[in-house]
Every structure is written in structure tokens, then in C-alpha cells.
């Protein structure tokens, strides 16, 4: 049995909810044909995940928030107009 204990991340910016969740990695299976997963931080988008970055267990609050943060600026939303 795992140890495993997963957590969530959840951020409310320019009225959009953002909710991370960390996922267990697991092995690969050759017989299947499926790659190994590594533990990762998982965007939830409408009952699906999207893996953003890597878990690290003894990564600070402080750092994996601004590294969450960073992902959203760059990835979900809009950029900034150019005036």
C-alpha cells in the first residue's frame, strides 16, 4: 500500500478558479507498453488533468505556489495587450 497523501493547490485570479492536485507516480509496464509517471502537479480542467510540473514532497508551500503561479501567468492566461 502507498503512502501517498495528495494535496491541492488553489488559486482565484482575474476570476478564474485554478485547482492543482498532486498525483502518485507509478511505474512502467512493458508487458502493457506504458511508460513510467512520475509524481506530478495536476491542473484539474473539467474532470480531466493536465500535468503542469513535477511533485517534489520537500518543496516549500512557498516555492511550489510561485512555481504554480509562474505556469498559470504563462499558460492559462491571456497575455498582457502591448501598448
Given at each position: 500500500?502507498?503512502?501517498?497523501?495528495?494535496?491541492?493547490?488553489?488559486?482565484?485570479?482575474?476570476?478564474?478558479?485554478?485547482?492543482?492536485?498532486?498525483?502518485?507516480?507509478?511505474?512502467?509496464?512493458?508487458?502493457?507498453?506504458?511508460?513510467?509517471?512520475?509524481?506530478?502537479?495536476?491542473?484539474?480542467?473539467?474532470?480531466?488533468?493536465?500535468?503542469?510540473?513535477?511533485?517534489?514532497?520537500?518543496?516549500?508551500?512557498?516555492s511550489l505556489d510561485r512555481t504554480l503561479l509562474?505556469?498559470?501567468?504563462?499558460?492559462?492566461?491571456?497575455?498582457?495587450?502591448?501598448?
Amino acid at each position: 500500500m502507498s503512502g501517498f497523501k495528495p494535496q491541492q493547490r488553489r488559486f482565484e485570479i482575474a476570476g478564474r478558479s485554478f485547482l492543482f492536485v498532486s498525483y502518485e507516480g507509478h511505474p512502467g509496464n512493458l508487458a502493457r507498453k506504458q511508460p513510467a509517471e512520475p509524481a506530478m502537479w495536476c491542473l484539474m480542467v473539467e474532470g480531466r488533468r493536465c500535468a503542469v510540473t513535477p511533485f517534489v514532497p520537500s518543496q516549500s508551500l512557498e516555492s511550489l505556489d510561485r512555481t504554480l503561479l509562474r505556469w498559470i501567468h504563462a499558460n492559462a492566461l491571456p497575455a498582457a495587450p502591448v501598448a
